[in-house]
């Protein structure tokens, strides 16, 4: 039997696949009183149906909680469906959450969203001075209504289909302050001729291809600022990408290891002492056949994959940077003013060197042994 009126007070665990319907007020109401069952609680999951018909939040004071639905979460008055904070939401397939209002999501603090469902309403942050990350992946989801995130450095994860980025959001898409990164999921191979345009407020640009998915940069692809590559798949190169500072990095803690091959050219520029054009630290695969041209420093790669250079990497400090198990240099790697490589790692590596490796400072610092059939010079 349908619960009718409210839930009121701390609800720790709940999982819902009947009909709690709130009536006029809030369908549950947790209350803004701490309490360690809420706290410490093992989430909810909704198959069923949530719904209200009320100015309050269908679901109220939502803190501190995970949970997913693949249900109905339903405000048919003009109030939100969900209200709370610090929140890790995932809305399933199949999976509805609306009002007949305006907003169906008004979030603070710390707000993790994965939707691949349908949502109707706005999402928004209502506190827009909280500096805390915001994550929303709606690559696969809809989002009928406005996205607003706040002053923390938040993260929109997007689809990418028939050429053009797919948002999934039909109104207005604001990064808010911070320093905002839309992050494009590729699902299958793609070849991009041409910028990708930011939403408002946004500053830095992710390409993420799932795995065995590869993305190709070529002529006419351009980017402002760094450009970050996540994922399990492939990241290819075939363009000119310039900037001061670091040009292509890897996402920071990024949950995949993606391969990223540069056939193109790479050229970072500035004074920034301890920058380097190409930093990667997660990445199960670096290989250069193109160029590599650094002011400051060159390769930056530290990571359990492998580094494959038979293309050009110099630069004015250390042109390459390598901590990691494996490292094969048939091309020229070289620095002007500095060390030309510097390999750190455990004994046993496999690092071999069949190219030319030259510095000013000295062509090769190791620490531990190295294969060379080629030239190191200093």
């Known amino acids: 039997w349908p619960c009718v009126g409210a839930i009121l007070g701390p609800v720790g665990t709940l999982n819902n696949a009947g009909v709690i319907d709130g009536g006029s007020r809030s369908a549950i109401d947790v209350g803004t009183t701490y309490s360690s069952a809420v706290a410490y609680s093992y989430g909810w999951t909704n198959s069923g149906t949530i719904t209200t018909n009320s100015t309050a939040a269908t679901l109220a004071n939502i803190t501190s909680m995970s949970w997913t639905n693949s249900g109905t979460i339903s405000n048919i008055g003009t109030g939100a469906a969900i209200s709370g904070g610090y929140m890790t939401l995932t809305n399933s397939a199949g999976g509805r959450i609306t009002t007949a209002g305006t907003t169906a999501i008004d979030h603070y603090g710390t707000f993790n969203l994965t939707n691949a469902g349908t949502i109707v309403g706005d999402v928004t942050s209502s506190t827009v001075t909280f500096s805390g990350a915001m994550t929303i992946d709606n690559a696969v989801g809809t989002i009928t209504g406005n996205v607003r995130l706040g002053q923390g450095n938040d993260t929109l ?58 993305a190709t940069l070529v002529t006419g692809f351009t980017v402002a600022g760094p450009l970050r590559v996540a994922g399990s798949g492939t990241v290819v190169n075939n363009a000119v990408l310039s900037g001061t500072g670091t040009v292509l990095a890897d996402e920071y803690n990024s949950s ?22 190409v930093s990667l630290n997660y990445a199960n695969r670096f290989e250069n056949s193109g160029t590599v041209a650094a002011s400051q420093n060159g390769v930056s790669f530290s990571s359990q994959g492998a580094f494959v250079n038979s293309g050009t990497i110099t630069a004015g400090g250390t042109a390459v940077s390598l901590f990691g198990p494996s490292f094969a240099n048939s ?48």
């Open 256 to 277: 995949g290891s993606p391969s990223v091959t540069n056939a193109g050219t790479i050229t970072g520029t500035g004074t920034q002492t301890g920058t380097f054009a």
């Open 331 to 378: 091309g020229t790697i070289r620095s002007t003013g500095g060390i030309g490589a510097i390999l750190s790692g455990s004994s046993g590596s496999n690092w071999a060197n069949s190219g030319r490796i030259e510095g000013t400072t000295a062509g090769l610092q190791l620490s531990s042994g190295l294969t060379n059939a080629g030239t190191i010079t200093a």
């Open 157 to 214: 994860t997007v689809g990418y289909a028939n050429g053009a980025i797919r948002t999934g959001i039909s109104g207005t898409i604001d990064g808010g302050a911070g320093t905002d990164t839309l992050r494009v999921r590729f699902a299958t191979d793609a070849t991009l001729s041409s910028p990708l345009t930011l939403p408002t407020n946004f500053e830095q640009l992710t390409l993420a291809p799932d795995a065995k998915t590869t």
